[in-house]
Structures are given as C-alpha cells and as structure tokens.
C-alpha cells in the first residue's frame, strides 16, 4: 500500500535550522472523495521565505502550527482522479 509522506513542524527553530526541528511521518492514503484527485510529488522548492513561515511572528501569511505539515510549493502529476478537470497525467503545480 502506498503511503502519504509528511515533514512535519516539530518545533520553532533557535538560530540555524536543524532536521530536529522537523519530523517525517508516514499514513496510509486516504480514499478520494468525488472532486478530488491525487498528486505524485516530483519537485518540492525549498525557498528563503519557508525560514519566516516556521518562525513565531506572522508575517505575509500566519506561521506553520507545531505539528502541522510544512507548507511548500510543489509540482507533480495526477496519478489517480474523481475531478472531472483533472486526469490522470496531468502535469499540475501549487499556488
């Protein structure tokens, strides 16, 4: 079965960022819904604003909850669908 891979805030950062200051954790995927579709992740940014989202102070947008998924702009294919604009295929990305 495949599962859904997830970087998780696990704690603000003091100074330089530190992979303890994140945790990856594994679930099963979730049925789709009808609306919904699946992506397969092939590219993730890993950009300079990502440092003031997982910092206390709100800035553009509120700040990463502990224990929340990272947030993070991606781009991949449609792999499975129930979204009658997407098919499987599509290239697609994040806003």
Do not use: C, T
Not at 43 to 67: C, H, Q, T
Request: zero cysteines; hydrophobic letters at 40%.
């Amino acid at each position: 079965m495949r599962q859904n891979r997830m970087v998780k805030l696990a704690r603000r950062p003091v100074g330089m960022v530190r992979g303890e200051d994140f945790q990856i954790e594994e679930a099963p995927l979730a049925e789709l819904a009808e609306g919904q579709f699946r992506v397969g992740v092939e590219y993730v940014s890993l950009d300079p604003a990502m440092r003031g989202w997982i910092s206390e102070g709100r800035s553009y947008v509120p700040p990463v909850k502990i224990g929340a998924v990272m947030r993070a702009y991606a781009a991949g294919h449609v792999v499975q669908s129930r979204h009658p604009d997407f098919a499987a295929g599509d290239a697609v990305q994040s806003e």
